[in-house]
């Protein structure tokens, strides 16, 4: 029978619960700053923590496994020890930084739909997140964006698209959500018809209001690459709740 180095069994349920802490920390940081409600899956935050828990909770353990050893002496142990911990930092810095770079900035409203808008996408465009605080006071704020009138806009908005500027990532054209709230309305998403297909969805909506409130929001698709999911307002443009459609 296969019998594992008692030195190296250690050392591998050690490097595993240090690494479990740290993933639970990480996690939690993930979900609470960069992804958060009522955000997070439409986001795509179980990808960005299945990419910490794949690097933090396998890479390091599984180097300790294969090169740690009771044969060895202390100082090659320790040598061992701080390549393995800089092998995953490193590892683990390029994974948070992809993982934040997919966070979502904003939630534009754009035509007939929302659009979740990445951190990254805004920070290659403009060399930084802007300060959005001005058209909303969420987490992940939420957004409309003007179609442009005059001439002097419009040539703005088409050398943009020209440049690869998606209209929705355009920020001159943001403006606070109530101001949309009018063409909003006027591409909703019918409701009852959606209940009818999934009606598994009303407890979701029950828990957002009662059914004289219901019968005053308004909703709205939001596209993403992560499932359907369905914005829910209410009449003064203040976010309810996102809910995920079935397939």
Same mark, same amino acid.
């Given at each position: 029978m296969?019998?594992?180095?008692?030195?190296?069994?250690k050392?591998?349920v050690?490097h595993?619960?240090?690494?479990?802490?740290?993933t639970?920390?990480l996690?939690?940081?993930?979900?609470?700053?960069?992804?958060?409600?009522?955000?997070?899956?439409?986001?795509?935050?179980?990808?960005?923590?299945?990419?910490?828990?794949?690097?933090?909770?396998c890479?390091?353990p599984?180097?300790?496994?294969?090169?740690?050893?009771?044969?060895k002496?202390?100082?090659?142990?320790?040598?061992?020890? @701080?390549?393995?911990? &800089?092998?995953? $930092?490193?590892?683990?810095?390029?994974?948070?930084?992809? /993982? %934040?770079? =997919?966070?979502?900035?904003?939630?534009?409203?754009?035509?007939?739909?929302?659009?979740?808008?990445?951190?990254?996408?805004?920070?290659?465009?403009?060399?930084e997140?802007?300060d959005?605080?001005?058209?909303?006071?969420?987490s992940?704020?939420?957004?409309?964006?003007?179609?442009?009138v005059?001439?002097?806009?419009l040539?703005?908005?088409?050398q943009?698209?020209?440049?690869?500027?998606?209209?929705?990532?355009?920020?001159?054209?943001?403006?606070?959500?109530?101001?949309?709230?009018?063409?909003?309305?006027?591409?909703?998403?019918?409701?009852?018809?959606?209940?009818?297909?999934?009606?598994? @969805?009303?407890?979701? &909506?029950d828990? $957002?209001?009662?059914?004289?409130?219901?019968?005053?929001? /308004? %909703?709205? =698709?939001?596209?993403?690459?992560?499932?359907?999911?369905?914005?829910?307002?209410?009449?003064?443009?203040?976010?309810r709740?996102?809910?995920?459609?079935?397939?």
């Open positions: 296969f019998k594992i180095d008692v030195f190296k069994r050392a591998v050690f595993l619960l240090l690494s479990g802490l740290l639970v920390g996690a939690t940081w993930i979900l609470w700053r960069w992804f958060p409600a009522p955000f997070s899956f439409a986001a795509g935050a179980l990808t960005g923590l299945m990419i910490v828990i794949s690097v933090d909770m890479l390091g599984l180097l300790t496994f294969i090169v740690m050893h009771s044969k002496s202390i100082r090659e142990r320790f040598i061992d020890a @701080l390549v393995i911990a &800089l092998l995953q $930092l490193s590892a683990l810095s390029y994974g948070m930084w992809q /993982v %934040y770079l =997919a966070s979502p900035a904003a939630v534009v409203f754009w035509e007939d739909a929302f659009y979740l808008v990445k951190t990254g996408s805004l920070q290659q465009r403009y060399g997140v802007p959005l605080t001005a058209f909303s006071q969420q992940v704020p939420v957004i409309y964006a003007l179609k442009p005059t001439s002097e806009d040539r703005a908005f088409n943009a698209l020209h440049a690869g500027v998606v209209p929705f990532e355009q920020v001159s054209l943001y403006r606070p959500l109530a101001e949309g709230l009018p063409l909003i309305k006027q591409s909703p998403v019918n409701i009852q018809k959606l209940l009818q297909r999934f009606p598994q @969805l009303q407890p979701q &909506l828990a $957002l209001g009662d059914q004289q409130a219901q019968q005053t929001f /308004v %909703y709205s =698709a939001l596209r993403s690459e992560y499932g359907k999911y369905l914005m829910v307002l209410d009449d003064s443009a203040q976010l709740g996102v809910l995920q459609l079935p397939e």
